[in-house]
């Protein structure tokens, strides 16, 4: 089985500052896909930004990007010039055949 | 843009009774998840529907559990004799392809009483 580790329950960023949020994983595939997901107080879950684990170049979307460490297992989600609409839950997740998602962090954006 | 929608929004049922879930995948789509969300805690993957067939499911997908697709457009989910850790969100979503992104429904919240 995999496990999706997110050690920051809680964060909180000032508008436009930059944020980084953690996550690491566990799995035996060699294939695999990984997700960061955003969860709004509307509760609906939004794809933020997707990395296929072949490859080595990090993704990014906009003001997302991920560094994407295969060997370390990591892959952390930063934020630039947050805004107040990223307030969300931020899930992380990784899928061979299935989804497993981390426990969520929080992030409050400040004005 | 196309989306996952699920009825009803909130379901509330008394312990033993039946429940189905439906949801609508987005129409191209050809896999099809349910997963569940316990308030505060994370959110959990239960099933994967696949060629009208389930292709994979979790520890928690017990015999309390069925999915079906009746018809070409709705995938429901089935909870028997429902229990009170069934309370929970659940959400429907669904995939052009495996690894692709998954797109979600706005889910169903369950309370069972």
């Known amino acids: 089985a995999q496990t999706v580790t997110q050690s920051q329950p809680e964060m909180s960023v000032q508008e436009a500052e930059t944020v980084t949020l953690s996550c690491t994983y566990d799995t035996s595939e060699n294939n695999y896909y990984l997700f960061w997901y955003k969860q709004p107080p509307s509760r609906q879950m939004i794809l933020v930004i997707r990395?296929?684990?072949?490859?080595?170049q990090n993704a990014t979307e906009n003001r997302f990007s991920v560094n994407f460490q295969k060997a370390a297992k990591s892959f952390s989600l930063k934020i630039s010039d947050s805004q107040l609409g990223d307030t969300a839950m931020y899930f992380c997740?990784?899928?061979?055949?299935?989804?497993?998602f981390g426990t969520g962090t929080s992030l409050t954006v400040i004005p | 843009e196309p989306e996952v929608t699920q009825t009803p929004s909130h379901q509330v049922t008394q312990m033993g009774q039946e429940v189905i879930l439906r949801c609508v995948p987005i129409s191209n789509h050809l896999y099809f998840y349910w997963y569940r969300q316990i308030l505060g805690q994370k959110v959990e993957f239960l099933v994967s529907f696949y060629n009208n067939e389930i292709s994979e499911k979790s520890e928690i997908f017990d015999d309390q559990f069925s999915v079906e697709r009746p018809d070409g457009s709705n995938f429901t989910l089935k909870i028997r004799s429902t229990k009170l850790e069934d309370s929970a969100m659940y959400f429907c979503?669904?995939?052009?392809?495996?690894?692709?992104?998954?797109?979600f429904g706005p889910g169903t919240r369950l309370t069972v009483t």
């Open positions: 990395q296929e684990a072949y490859k080595q």
């Open positions: 979503a669904s995939s052009w392809e495996v690894g692709y992104e998954q797109y």
């Open positions: 997740a990784s899928m061979s055949y299935q989804f497993y």
